[in-house]
């Protein structure tokens, strides 16, 4: 696995890691393989970006890349539910880890430029939307336009035959060579994209881990969940997150996606999920790994 | 409430109920807003378009409208993970009603222009990433070009040199005179967005409801929910969907938000739901509402 790139010192070849990530570069997305990238070092890791988030998993599964890192919660870039159900239904990648990334715009402007001048501002709908108290104070004037990314926004503002501004990451502005005008831009302040990383198999035990799961459930939801959380409960396991969405494939039907504290080998977490799988007719580790820290 | 408008027969004036929903004309949100009048068909409700999710909730908080559509699941459209919050933490509306809308997206064409000679496509980014397969196959050498959403696709569409195709929906296609060259171009088909029906006070128990509530928890995310759960499971009350939330104030602190069968007066969901809040130490009913027919 790992792509191959000419070692000129020996004449040879070295295998090097690669991680594909949802490109293009400059977006929410690189940052975070750049993420993982300081979690392996000092292994130097080569990035890949790919086109869609099923092209990522691709290239782990076929052997091209090592890792894939993909949002899975609340990112600007891409369908993310898509992730969920593609780990649920469609590949036996694990969950290796995860990237939590805080997500600050930053306001950017062509060389040059004064504020009170730009008549239109660059950026994914969704970035506009979440800076849109921002733009009503500071760029009154300025007409929003879409862009692909907020990656793609740079390059769109550069382009504009009208003074523009862009809204993207501080990384996008530094790659793309813009003048930041202003930080932290964003209406709300919390705003967290989480990234998971997928590979062939799981983490090691650490001792701060967590545990993806998922099982699905018909008709009796409350009372499946009550047995399975029970199971938890009785053991003093920490539920941190919870979600149910509809099965894609059959109306009606539903799984549960929960994550646990703890490693699917920590003996309690191990009876606990022992105990679910009995009282599910699915269920699915998508795998343990280190708590991602901000 | 509601507005008022001239009645030119009798020179005085009529108070009409105006439902606000997420605009511009032509969105999803507008054809969720039509499924709202129908609703309250044989009632003939003004719809008014405004700009954020937090204005439409404003324009009922204020008396302007009766009601408010906005997207609370899976839409392309906004940052819908904004209505559960502003639910949560900043609203006294009740939901209402509920509309779930299948998402099928049409590929329109400037007037007389052939498939081949299309140069650019132009969508919501996520239209664009939930047509990608199919652009790939038919519009493989289009430029893909963001607009801010699908309805403002079609005249960007229109305004465009190159020779363009958008992607939009089928009302937008009709409402702004494009012409419709393919239909549910979308890659995968069960794509569906889920609106809730704002007011000052939720529905009446029609006999086929279902009631949305919200509860925080703090450490013991398990066990809390596996008490709630115990609630309904021992009075048959189906959980419909569930999910957990940070807490945007309080670091480490959650929210559910659980959707079960009935109303909140039946008197099964009555007790579940009192059973809750003693665990609970925040704890709010959205609503109880007439479950939603795609």
């Known amino acids: 696995m790992g792509g191959k790139q000419a070692n000129g010192l020996a004449g040879g070849y070295l295998d090097w890691m690669e991680i594909s990530y949802l490109g293009p570069e400059g ?24 086109a869609t988030i099923p092209a990522a998993v691709g290239t782990v599964e076929e052997g091209d890349a090592e890792e894939a890192v993909v949002p899975i919660e609340n990112s600007l870039e891409g369908v993310v539910t898509h992730t969920a159900d593609l780990l649920i239904h469609q590949t036996r990648l694990r969950i290796r880890g995860e990237i939590v990334l805080p997500i600050h715009h930053c306001l950017v402007l062509q060389r040059g430029l004064a504020l009170p001048d730009v008549r239109v501002v660059y950026s994914h709908p969704q970035a506009l939307a979440q800076c849109r108290r921002y733009l009503a104070r500071r760029l009154p004037l300025a007409e929003p336009v ?8 740079v390059g769109d503002m550069h382009g504009s ?6 809204i993207s990451s501080l990384r996008a502005a530094r790659l793309f060579g813009a003048e930041v005008a202003d930080r932290d831009i964003e209406d709300v302040r919390s705003n967290r994209t989480r990234f998971v990383v997928l590979a062939a198999t799981d983490a090691e035990r650490t001792g701060c881990d967590k545990t ?14 009550h ?3 029970g199971e938890l409960a009785s053991r003093d396991i920490n539920m941190l997150k919870i979600e149910s969405r509809p099965d894609r494939r059959s109306l009606g039907r539903y799984f549960f996606l929960i994550d646990v504290e ?15 799988r009995g009282r599910a007719s699915i269920f699915k580790v998508l795998g343990s790994y280190p708590t991602g820290k901000v």
Chains 1, 2 share one sequence.
């Open 227 to 229: 047995g399975a959380l």
């Open 146 to 153: 879409a862009s692909l990314s907020t990656a793609g926004a």
């Open 212 to 225: 993806s799961v998922c099982f699905d459930f018909g008709e009796d939801a409350a009372g499946i969940l």
């Open 161 to 166: 035959e009208r003074p523009a501004a862009a």
């Open 262 to 276: 703890g490693h699917r080998e920590d003996p309690a977490v191990r009876e606990a999920l022992a105990g679910i």
């Open 27 to 50: 977006t929410y997305s690189e940052e975070a393989a750049l993420g993982r990238a300081e979690q392996l070092a000092p292994e130097r890791p080569r990035l890949v970006p790919v």
